[in-house]
């Protein structure tokens, strides 16, 4: 029923691309902010980016600011994180998560590593 389900992680090199993506199902997506975020061994989960349901707005942690976007289909309820120039920094294990007022929901989860 309530469902996020995210897919696209993987081993890359660094300065490599990657493109995660977010299934949603069983709320109305659209009204929803979509928002990534990731969490690395050892380390608080992080925000990095987000598309907010109303005027579709973007905002981005600072440390992935320019290499990553964030984009969104209302239609197909998906959620995309084209990421690009990764860093072993970036490897984490990447959270789909959705917000409406109160109602928070939360993805499983898919593994991104960056390394040589």
């Known amino acids: 029923q309530v469902q996020l389900v995210e897919s696209g992680g993987g081993s890359v090199q660094p300065g490599g691309t990657l493109n995660l993506s977010c299934a949603a199902s069983?709320?109305?997506?659209?009204?929803?902010?979509m928002r990534w975020y990731r969490q690395a061994p050892g380390k608080e989960r992080e925000f990095v980016a987000e598309?907010?349901?109303?005027?579709?707005?973007?905002n981005y942690a600072a440390s992935v600011k320019g290499r990553f976007s964030i984009s969104r289909d209302n239609v197909n309820k998906m959620l995309y994180l084209q990421m690009s120039s990764l860093t072993p920094e970036d490897t984490a294990v990447y959270y789909c998560n959705a917000i409406y007022g109160s109602v928070v929901l939360w993805g499983q989860g898919t593994q991104v590593t960056v390394s040589s």
């Open positions: 069983g709320f109305q997506f659209s009204r929803f902010a």
């Open positions: 598309m907010t349901g109303f005027r579709s707005s973007r």
